[in-house]
């Protein structure tokens, strides 16, 4: 039987890149023809391990491979062709759902191989992020100023990105740069940058795979949604946002909304973790480290960490930055409903608004009745009205109460805290009802609904 030989360049000595031996080798990245077939070994590795080896470009003779590797390579090759092909065969046999479940699961992989190919073919800058704070996605070095944040990054090698990003499947990704870094192509939005890589680079792009990124413009002042164009005072603002535009995850204890599961499944462990996380210096328990960090760096070593995100000053509250920057910057705190007149001073509590009252996010239904709760802490409210229980007492006489909310109005009959005052009169009173029963009798002229409240 006749010997199949390689017919191509060889190099003798040489180092071979997959087992460091110095010997005769073929090139990684040269064309040999083998049993009538074409081959070039660097293309190989990709195809079967995925693994793309950097500096193949350089001397030659680093970029080897040798005969013995060679064979394994195609063994490896081969094997994986046998997988594939009877795995195609066993598909055509599974039942529907399967089927949908594994289309799923290549679409989620196609859309990881999209992103890893923006990544490296582009300028886009990912970060990481604590609260209005940005870090480098791969040194975790801190950047308060967005343009230096980028100028950074780009100093970075791509190659660790999919390692560093772990099970984080949305990472964050400032695109105020996009640009080509194959070509001199000048690039605004992500779908033109995927067309041109794939066109004009050959770069392979899964266009029916969706894009999982969260995308951002980061500015030092009024930073702007790329999804809708509104314009918050911060980041920490602007990613509670986005929310609103991504498919989220609710927290059924207390409300709050994730753009990650993950971030989800943290959150949940402190609703379920009983630690205490104790201040050493003052004994003050707080429900997570993070804010006893916070506790400890702004009352007892008093550090300002708390930064304006329009200047540099910072405090060492959160007060006293709202302060600062509505005296300092004309910046009006307030956050109006777009779908009625309500109007909040925090974001979150507008978001919470909007899913209970316009999108009915009503999860927890009643045993006993057909009403539904948007927290199942007012369920258990609720459910005191058909079991009779009163499982909310006071400390000052001893009554007891179905609701939480009876019970903190009752309080304050005992404290005296006499909250509503009157702005024409200038009594107070210790229930709202009360204060609107003192205008409607005291002062008819004044209209409650339109002027006063």
């Known amino acids: 039987m006749a010997l199949l030989k390689s ?48 500096h193949v470009d350089d001397d030659e003779r680093d970029s080897g491979v040798c005969a013995t590797c060679v064979v394994r390579l195609r063994d490896a090759c081969a094997f994986r062709e046998q997988v594939l092909q009877n795995s195609k065969k066993y598909e055509m046999k599974r039942p529907l759902a399967e089927k949908r479940n594994t289309y799923d699961r290549d679409l989620d992989c196609m859309s990881e191989e999209n992103l890893l ?26 950047y308060p100023k967005p343009e230096d944040l980028r100028e950074h990054t780009v100093t970075h090698d791509t190659k660790p990105f999919q390692l560093l990003m772990g099970y984080k499947k949305m990472p964050k990704i400032d695109i105020t740069r996009i640009d080509c870094r ?30 999982k990124l969260l995308l951002y413009r980061l500015t030092w002042n009024d930073l702007v949604c790329v ?75 008093k550090i300002a960490i708390i930064r304006c995100p329009r200047c540099d000053e910072c405090f060492m509250s959160y007060a006293l930055k709202n ?38 996010v009503m999860k927890h239904q009643c045993e006993y009745c057909d009403q539904r709760f948007y927290l199942p802490s007012r369920l258990k409210e609720h459910m005191a009205t058909h ?47 009360s204060l609107k029963s003192h205008i409607k009798s005291h002062h008819p002229e004044c209209d409650i609904d339109s002027c006063y409240f």
């Not at 992500?190 to 792009?205: L, M, N, P, S």
């Not at 179905?402 to 005052?421: A, E, F, G, V, W």
């Open 387 to 433: 079991t009779g229980e009163r499982n909310f007492r006071c400390e000052y006489c001893e009554k007891s109460y179905p609701r939480l909310k009876s019970l903190q109005y009752h309080i304050r009959t005992h404290t005296n805290d006499r909250r509503y005052r009157c702005q024409i009169c200038g009594q107070a009173f210790i229930q709202n009802a």
């Open 227 to 301: 999804m809708c164009s509104d314009v918050f005072e911060d980041f920490n603002t602007l990613n509670t946002h986005m929310v609103e535009h991504f498919s989220n995850f609710t927290c059924d204890v207390c409300g709050m909304c994730f753009l990650e599961k993950a971030r989800l499944d943290a959150h949940l462990k402190r609703h379920k973790d009983n630690e205490r996380h104790t201040c050493e210096i003052c004994g003050k328990v707080f429900k997570s480290n993070h804010y006893k960090d916070m506790h400890v760096d702004i009352v007892h070593k």
């Open 182 to 211: 194959l070509c001199p192509m000048k690039i605004n939005d992500i779908e033109t940058f995927k067309h041109h890589i794939d066109q004009v680079h050959g770069k392979k792009i899964f266009f029916e795979a969706p894009d």
């Open 323 to 360: 302060k600062h920057l509505t005296e300092a910057h004309g910046q009006k705190r307030t956050y109006p409903c777009n779908l009625c007149d309500k109007v909040y001073n925090r974001q979150k509590t507008l978001t919470e608004h909007q899913r209970r009252n316009h999108q009915k």
């Open 7 to 54: 017919i191509g360049p060889i190099i003798d000595p040489g180092l071979c890149r997959c087992c460091r031996s110095i010997k005769k080798c073929r090139i990684l990245t040269a064309e040999y023809t083998w049993s009538e077939k074409k081959e070039v070994y660097a293309d190989m590795i990709m195809d079967c391990f995925g693994i793309l080896l950097s």
């Open 117 to 142: 190919t923006i990544i490296q073919y582009s300028y886009v800058v990912p970060f990481k992020n604590r609260r209005n704070n940005y870090y480098c996605f791969y040194c975790k070095d801190y």
